[in-house]
């Protein structure tokens, strides 16, 4: 009979060969303003909050996060990827004090906070439900 769940082992060496050959993938994102915030919102399935680093370089904001598990699997259609998602956006001027991000239900929000940008900022998502 044939086996049908991967070995652990054969799980972290294809997410080892996908991570070496997967290039990161190129998020969609929705901004608005708030009175108070620039929020940024991106789609980001198959990640937990520990996975995602948000970065703020002065006018620049950067979030990426790592594929995640990519078991051995032989795809009618594979059009999208587990992870290796990398984002990159300027902002307007007036934000950059602080950063704030979340990740529940796949969906990143990102709130870059009124003034002066602070310098260099990270933080990991956090899980608004914890």
């Keep these: 009979m ?3 769940q991967p070995t652990h082992r054969e799980v972290l060496d294809a997410t ?8 990161p993938q190129r ?19 198959a990640v937990a909050p520990d996975d995602v680093t948000v970065e703020l370089r002065g006018a620049t904001l950067r979030f990426w ?3 995640r598990s990519a078991g051995p699997r032989h795809f009618l259609i594979n059009e999208w990827q ?5 984002r990159e956006i300027d902002l307007p001027p007036g934000y ?5 991000a ?3 239900n796949g ?3 990102v709130r870059v906070l009124r003034g002066e940008p602070a310098g260099e900022l990270t933080v990991q998502a956090q899980n608004p439900h914890l």
């Design 107 to 109: 969906q990143l929000a």
């Design 2 to 4: 044939a086996r049908e």
């Design 16 to 23: 080892a060969a996908a991570e070496a050959t997967m290039r």
């Design 102 to 104: 979340s990740l529940a």
């Design 27 to 45: 998020v969609p994102v929705n901004v608005y303003e708030t009175s108070g915030a620039l929020v940024l919102l991106a789609p980001l399935p």
């Design 65 to 67: 996060a790592p594929v």
């Design 96 to 100: 950059g004090s602080a950063i704030e």
């Design 82 to 86: 587990y992870g290796g998602y990398e």
